[in-house]
């Protein structure tokens, strides 16, 4: 007898006997997580086979290559490794087995690891790019996750690295009430991505009735796993990232650029009230839309030293017409000393516009740029921070489209801000936020009307006169002032 062919470490083992019908994992990264959780999904199927019966499976991951590498570097080679040591063992008459058996003779080693189809005395599965069929009509489908995709395909689900699935909240919603309503497992496995996404609230929330499994690297390490810490962590060369991807923690604040924490500290009951407007001076923020995303119109009222949101206007799929409307709205409701309108693309028009009815001077474009957009986020960032700014308060669209920009750094080490798409815009209503507060930076100067009495318009006469008569050699005209 030689070692298993198919060697499974403890934490894996632990998770593939696990028979929970809903169980989560959180991971380390380069721990296999993948890998074994394509075991149980095998072993269900060879079950399936034996038992002539039939079992489907869809893994759902984060992006189409992803999924063609689920099937390709871990399901495929399970599966023939299967097949070749069932057919090794059916000749031994002992044609059961398990996930964990794959002890056989030293002979035999290269026709497993091979799957080599002669060697094979029953009938195979059959591969696609994205697919396993077995003989017996089970099959595994992997995809790439969408709430449309996930609709579509029922059975058992495995959602891998589902903390990084762009849209995890509306994925979940569709494809939770599928796979529960027929009785099917359903498994979630992934590392941290902050605390912004379904699987945060999965592996966190108390007493959901959720088997869950914990392995950071310092305990797969400790089980078998063959990887040097120092390393890895020499290499990646981010502590917050190490923190994240590989101990396990929850560092919201690496990823997302409006922690959840802050922007709750920021809400205020008697923000968002129209009704509550003082006459003061406002400032706007305006994020141009059109198809599916969010036209938002931001108002910021000056009240002492700040900046308190008086009312947020988000539509979606209107005409620009009905956008010019609501803006021209606003201008006539408050005392709107500046308005910065996203003029990037789509917002050209709409600015002229603006500029053409509201003044040139009171309506700013602002054409959004990797550095321009970095400005403005930290203005808001900083605004918040300083308790400058306050928002509504319990409005869960609000808060994910705030808390949706991340932070990224590039190959070329310079930082971008992207939006992860799982909140109901683009983080639309963070841009709005940002060019509003980014309006009240700029300087206002009040101004006051005074009358001139007819003494004071005497002099100036007199002054103006003086004047031409001194430049007279310079081709003016006597009596014109």
């Not at 290499?235 to 929850?250: H, I, N, R, V």
């Not at 206007?313 to 409701?333: C, H, T, Y």
């Not at 403005?376 to 921070?385: D, E, I, N, P």
Request: aromatic share 10%.
């Amino acid at each position: 007898m030689t070692d298993p062919v198919i060697k499974f470490l403890p934490y894996q083992k632990a998770w593939l006997q696990d028979d929970s019908r809903f169980k989560i994992g959180m991971f380390t990264r380069r721990g296999g997580k993948t890998f074994g959780a394509s075991g149980e999904i095998v072993q269900d199927c060879i079950d399936a086979e034996i038992e002539n019966r039939k079992t489907r499976w869809t893994i759902l991951s984060r992006s189409e290559a992803t999924a063609k590498e689920a099937i390709e570097d871990a399901l495929k080679p399970m599966v023939k490794a299967y097949y070749a040591a069932y057919s090794t063992l059916a000749r031994k008459g002992r044609p059961e087995f398990s996930v964990e058996d794959f002890h056989v003779p030293a002979h035999q080693r290269e026709v497993i690891q091979n799957g080599d189809p002669q060697m094979i005395d029953v009938a195979e599965a059959t591969y696609k790019a994205q697919e396993v069929r077995f003989p017996g009509g089970s099959r595994v489908t992997a995809i790439s996750a969408s709430p449309d995709a996930a609709r579509g395909f029922g059975g058992n689900m495995l959602f891998d690295e589902f903390a990084f699935h762009q849209d995890s909240r509306r994925i979940w919603g569709s494809a939770f009430p599928v796979a529960a309503r027929g009785g099917h497992k359903i498994r979630v496995i992934s590392t941290p991505n902050g605390k912004g996404n379904k699987f945060y609230e999965l592996m966190t929330t108390k007493e959901n009735g959720w088997s869950r499994h914990h392995i950071d690297i310092y305990e797969a390490v400790r089980q078998g796993l063959d990887v040097d810490i120092d390393e890895l962590r020499a290499g990646m060369a981010d502590e917050d990232a190490w923190a994240q991807e590989f101990e396990l923690k929850w560092l919201d604040a690496a990823s997302s650029w409006l922690p959840y924490d802050l922007i709750s500290s920021c809400e205020h009951p008697l923000a968002g009230h129209p009704a509550l407007y003082r006459g003061g001076p406002c400032f706007v923020g305006v994020d141009i839309a059109a198809r599916n995303d969010l036209f938002v119109i931001w108002v910021l009222e000056l009240v002492g030293d700040q900046l308190v949101t008086r009312e947020v206007i988000a539509r979606r799929r209107i005409k620009f017409a009905e956008q010019d409307r609501l803006l021209a709205d606003v201008f006539r409701r408050y005392h709107v000393v500046r308005c910065a309108m996203d003029q990037t693309g789509m917002g050209e028009k709409p600015v002229e516009d603006a500029k053409a009815s509201h003044g040139e001077e009171r309506v700013d474009g602002v054409l959004f740029s990797a550095s321009s957009k970095l400005d403005l986020a930290t203005g808001l960032k900083q605004s918040l921070q300083d308790r400058q700014t306050l928002i509504p308060a319990g409005d869960p669209n609000m808060r994910a489209d705030l808390h949706a920009i991340k932070s990224m750094t590039g190959p070329t080490g310079i930082r971008r801000l992207v939006a992860d798409g799982d909140s109901d815009g683009h983080a639309d209503r963070f841009w709005a936020l940002s060019l509003a507060v980014g309006a009240s930076e700029t300087t206002y100067q009040p101004y006051v009307y005074r009358p001139v009495t007819a003494s004071a318009l005497s002099r100036l006469q007199e002054d103006q006169m003086r004047l031409l008569k001194l430049t007279a050699g310079f081709k003016t005209r006597k009596g014109v002032w």
